[in-house]
């Protein structure tokens, strides 16, 4: 089995390192992190992740907007949204996005994710 290559994207380090830890232990290989939209573009660019772990609310471009330039690329890589906010809080901009899903930052596990992306 060849194990998913993730970049988390997220704000808050302490968030990323446990997101790292979690997902690692659940087999997923985190290639590395990103602490803003628009460095979130630089490493798509430079390390092909097959996986975004985007955070909505980031300084600069926000989640959507990323997500949004990471679907006109020709190799777009699984995109899904993270938020310490429930799904609700954004209405139908969730629904509307390019992305594979949506998980509230507390539900975030390998399990969870395996399960967004089929």
């Known amino acids: 089995m060849v ?3 993730v ?13 790292r830890d979690l997902l690692e232990a659940a ?9 803003d939209g628009l ?9 092909m992740p097959d996986i975004v772990l985007l955070d909505i609310q980031l300084p600069g471009l926000d989640g959507f ?24 809080t954004y209405g139908a901009r969730v629904g509307r996005a390019s992305v594979v899903g949506f998980l509230s930052k507390r539900e975030l596990n390998g399990a969870s994710l395996a399960g ?3």
Do not use: N
């Open 116 to 118: 967004l992306l089929g």
């Open 65 to 88: 907007a990323v997500a949004e330039h990471l679907a006109a690329r020709a190799s777009a890589p699984d995109v899904v949204l993270i938020s310490g906010r429930d799904a609700v």
């Open 39 to 47: 460095q979130a573009l630089v490493e798509v660019e430079r390390l």
């Open 3 to 5: 194990r998913k290559r």
């Open 27 to 35: 087999g997923f290989d985190v290639v590395g992190v990103a602490a």
């Open 7 to 19: 970049l988390i994207v997220d704000d808050h380090e302490t968030f990323r390192d446990a997101a």
